[in-house]
């Protein structure tokens, strides 16, 4: 290996009881960039972020996260190895202050003890949440919840970030801010991977893509090197 | 008028007690969605823990609370972590059984060892008073129930606000997926918070034992009144349930006062489905 891997899914099939989600789905994400996974409502993406981050086992396939197995171990072992899921629907705590949510990311032992250094780092990623420490999560806008969910993330200090949907139902300019911070996260030589169904967007901020269609990967490269034309056949299965 | 002061007052003082005997199962509820019948057992058990030492060793009941508190911490640990957990997630009905299964062993285990025969945690307090003008006088062990119960509740919202395990009960609470994925082992979280709720339950079990009397068999009476101050606070509210002990306590003792003691319990439940025909949401539940 010439360039090390932050990623490297292999063979991964997933069931829900009789139901297979995933089809020997394999990917490899390369440390520091951003890749992104697209592909329509009910393709399998958000299942295989959840299943990278240990809410689901795995069937069948490996995970290997910087070369070291993680399929089948629960999120509490996931994290502290440097993987943390920006969950589709934001999950942040509502009942919770921001400030609380974020103390929240840095749960796991290791990462308490400088707890105070990675919030001012989060307030200085997102301002506005700053301004908010002490509120209700659930008084937050929804761009403000988005903003909050990937700060509570970056709170673990991962090394590969997972984001699932993070554009949904939040305003173009919104959108627009949002990806401009995940650009600087990623110059801190974080890696990322977003799942999207904004294809334009995801893609523009993308070095590598794969499109996902009924839980098997369809198409994948380099996204200036794929046409409109193949991505929408790959998108809709035509 | 003046006839009311005196019952007003033990209503107030005892209402801090059914908060105390009230706070670890709302607690449990408001976080896991758990209803847990044996709650009033476990508190007895807890009495009964305390009276081992007392009559062993001859401690006063209070100096009992340092050993019985962490013991029964390890009770709900061990409670939530290897019983209840395992049933978690799936349906309403299977905890509710493994809790009334639980509440039946308990209920024969303590028959079987200290018999029938009612027991009391004496103490010198419980004779005490102190003469407060008029014909009203302070009763000094329903007012140390009182503070212990306000200092419980204070304690355990500190605890709730300020600590790393407080904060990610709360989390686990809100969401339960969302604190898995910020590395919470939310399994581990509620064995934590039952063995929390438990700590409180020795408190209220020490209390309920010096200050009435009990039997193995007790255990259910005080489910009934906790049920009865977490439906009129509000369901998973603290606040709600020193708020609820309190109305609770006050009906039952000013009813008393007005209909005779037999009708004591009667006017409490009455009260109950006032507040549940009102306001079934409790006073200070979330819709």
């Known amino acids: ?238 | 008028m003046e006839d009311l002061l005196q019952p007003m007052l033990n209503g107030l003082l005892l209402g801090g007690l059914y908060a105390v005997i009230a706070i670890g199962m709302t607690t449990m509820f408001g976080i896991v969605k758990l209803v847990n019948l044996a709650h009033g057992d476990l508190m007895i058990l807890g009495s009964y823990l305390s009276l081992v030492l007392v009559s062993w060793l001859g401690f006063n009941p209070f100096w009992t609370l340092l050993a019985v508190v962490p013991v029964m911490f390890f009770v709900g640990f061990f409670v939530q972590g290897f019983l209840l957990n395992r049933v978690l997630g799936k349906e309403m009905e299977p905890p509710l059984l493994v809790a009334f299964g639980l509440s039946i062993i308990l209920q024969n285990l303590l028959l079987l060892i200290f018999t029938p025969d009612a027991r009391s945690l004496m103490t010198d307090l419980s004779i005490k008073t102190i003469p407060l003008g008029g014909s009203v006088n302070l009763p000094v062990l329903y007012f140390v129930d009182f503070l212990i119960g306000c200092a419980v509740i204070l304690v355990l919202h500190l605890f709730f606000k300020n600590t790393y395990i407080g904060r990610a009960i709360r989390a686990a609470s809100d969401d339960e997926i969302g604190a898995r994925l910020m590395g919470i082992n939310t399994k581990n979280i509620y064995a934590y918070a039952m063995g929390i709720a438990m700590m409180t339950a020795a408190v209220a079990g020490v209390l309920v034992g010096m200050t009435f009397t009990f039997y193995p068999h007790t255990g259910p009476q005080y489910l009934i009144i906790a049920f009865g101050v977490m439906i009129i606070g509000g369901l998973g509210s603290m606040k709600g349930c020193l708020v609820g002990g309190i109305i609770l306590a006050e009906a039952q003792l000013i009813g008393a006062q007005f209909a005779g003691p037999g009708y004591q319990l009667l006017i409490g439940y009455l009260v109950l489905l006032i507040v549940l025909g009102v306001r079934p949401q409790g006073i200070f539940g979330k819709v």
């Not at chain 1, 997933?14 to 592909?39: C, M, P, T």
């Open chain 1, 1 to 238: 290996m010439s360039e090390s891997l932050a990623l490297k899914v292999r063979d991964l099939d997933i069931f829900y009881k009789d139901f297979q989600a995933l089809w020997n789905v394999s990917l490899e994400v390369r440390e520091g960039k951003i890749v992104s996974v697209i592909g329509a409502n009910g393709s399998g993406k958000s299942t295989l972020l959840n299943t990278i981050s240990g809410l689901l086992d795995p069937t069948r396939g490996t995970i290997e996260l910087f070369g070291e197995r993680i399929d089948g171990l629960p999120p509490h072992e996931t994290v502290p190895r440097g993987v943390t899921l920006v969950p589709e629907g934001r999950r942040i705590f509502p009942r919770l202050t921001v400030y609380e949510n974020l103390v929240m990311g840095s749960y796991t032992p290791r990462r308490r003890s400088k707890r105070e250094e990675t919030i001012s780092k989060a307030y200085e990623l997102f301002p506005v949440l700053n301004e908010r420490h002490d509120q209700m999560a659930d008084t937050l806008s929804g761009g403000e919840q988005q903003m909050l969910a990937i700060a509570r993330a970056m709170m673990s200090e991962p090394k590969l970030i997972l984001c699932d949907e993070i554009s949904l139902g939040l305003a173009p300019v919104i959108i627009k801010d949002i990806y401009k911070r995940l650009g600087q996260i990623n110059q801190e030589g974080i890696t990322i991977v977003l799942v999207e169904q904004d294809v334009k967007r995801s893609l523009k901020a993308a070095s590598q893509a794969y499109v996902m269609l009924e839980g098997k990967i369809v198409l994948e490269g380099q996204p200036s090197s794929l046409t409109e034309e193949q991505v929408k056949n790959a998108y809709f299965g035509i």
